[in-house]
Structures are given as C-alpha cells and as structure tokens.
C-alpha cells in the first residue's frame, strides 16, 4: 500500500520560514514525479513546485525564489523550504507522487 | 503555461442521473511520447485530492466503473453515469504533459 505522510506546517509571521516534509512508503520519490500542490481558503489546486525522476525542477512564478524542493532518497521523503512567506502562501499544501498518489495535507498560516 | 478551462463551474444533479464535465485545453496535451497526460481529480471537502483517471481514460485503481473519461488533443470529458450521494465534492481536470502541471478551475458537483 503506498503512503504519503505529511509533517511539517503551522502558523508563522511574514517574512518567516517552514519546511514540509512528505515521507513516502510503498513507492520511491526518486524514480517518479513529486509535487507539491496547494490550495488556498475558497481557491482551486495550484501545483507550486514538482521533480521530476531525474531532478529536474520547476516551481510557480509565485513561489520562485523563495521556495525549494527536494528529496532524500535514504529517507524516501520530500521536502518543501518555504522561505520569506507572505500571507498569500496560506493554504493546504499536498503533497503528489505522480498526481496517483496524496498526502493528507498540512495547513500553513502566514499570519502576524 | 497551458490554461485548462472545465465547463460548467457548477452542476446540480439528481441522485442515479448522468453528470458530465467538459475540460479544454488551452493547447495540445499530447507528450512528445504519444501519450496525453490528462488527469481527473475528485476533492471533498477536508479529503486530499483523489486520482479518478488518468490518460484521458484509465480508471485508477478502486475508482468504481460508473466514472468514465474520453477525449482527445484538447477537449476531454469526464462522465459519472448515475450520480451517488458520495460523489458530491468539487472535480478538476488537470494536465502533466508539460511543466508547469496546471490544473482547471473546478466543477462543483451537488445534489
């Protein structure tokens, strides 16, 4: 049975940081496309970053610069540092193995 | 980036009737490997998102058969052909041809 298990999350002040993590059984984060999506209060599911297989790396015009992706294949988990957060980064982030496979979500509040 | 657009934004249904989504594709979703990653997503409120097809038209696994997807290039359908009181939730289209994944706006399902 694949499993995605989220930690990570809470409430921060502006300008503050966070990292996400999403620890992965049954599947391997580093053979396949991992995302991270997320969906703000009232909003639609925005994907703000994905790896591919190989390591490449994408994130939205949003998030760029002040997010970073990864993965530690010794751990099968993948990770999300959020940096220099603003209030609208507040939303539940998912995180994906292929967009097959979700996490339970976690809930980042940027708010003083 | 590709826009994906579903019509309607809102549908009301009755128990045990067809319900169909529309999803269009700003440009082509055909991967330079032939193949088209079009994506159905189902998401209930407090729930993570939950994979219903993918390719256009495999069913994921445990997805019961009365969810059905069809289309090509850049027009895609999702049916579900006798709606259920457990299919009320909010229903995206999404597209992982080409980075960045982009998802449509949704498709509110209620009773």
């Known amino acids: 049975e694949v499993q995605l298990v989220q930690s990570g999350g809470g409430l921060v002040q502006p300008g503050g940081s966070l990292r996400l993590s999403c620890a992965a059984s049954?599947?391997?984060?580093?053979?396949?496309?991992m995302s991270w999506v997320r969906q703000a209060p009232g909003k639609g599911l925005e994907c703000v970053s994905v790896?591919?297989?190989?390591?490449?790396?994408y994130y939205a015009n949003s998030v760029r610069g002040r997010f970073t992706i990864s993965r530690d294949t010794s751990k099968n988990t993948l990770y999300l540092q959020m940096d220099s957060l603003e209030p609208a980064d507040t939303a539940m982030y998912y995180c994906?193995?292929?967009?097959?496979?979700w996490g339970q979500g976690t809930l980042v509040t940027v708010s003083s | 980036e590709i826009v994906m657009t579903q019509t309607p934004i809102s549908s009301p249904v009755a128990l045990g009737q067809p319900a169909s989504i529309s999803c269009r594709s700003s440009?082509?979703?055909?991967?330079?490997?032939?193949?088209?990653?079009l994506s159905w997503l189902q998401k209930r409120p407090g729930q993570p998102p939950r994979l219903l097809i993918y390719k256009v038209s495999e069913r994921f696994s445990g997805v019961p058969d009365r969810f059905s997807g069809s289309g090509a290039g850049t027009d895609f359908t999702l049916k579900i052909s006798r709606v259920e009181t457990e299919d009320v939730g909010v229903y995206y289209c999404?597209?992982?041809?080409?980075?960045?994944?982009?998802f449509g706006q949704g498709t509110k399902v209620e009773i």
């Open positions: 440009e082509s979703v055909v991967h330079s490997n032939g193949k088209t990653y």
């Open positions: 994906s193995g292929l967009a097959n496979y």
């Open positions: 999404m597209q992982g041809t080409e980075f960045p994944w982009t």
């Open positions: 049954g599947f391997t984060v580093d053979n396949n496309p």
């Open positions: 790896m591919s297989g190989s390591g490449i790396t």
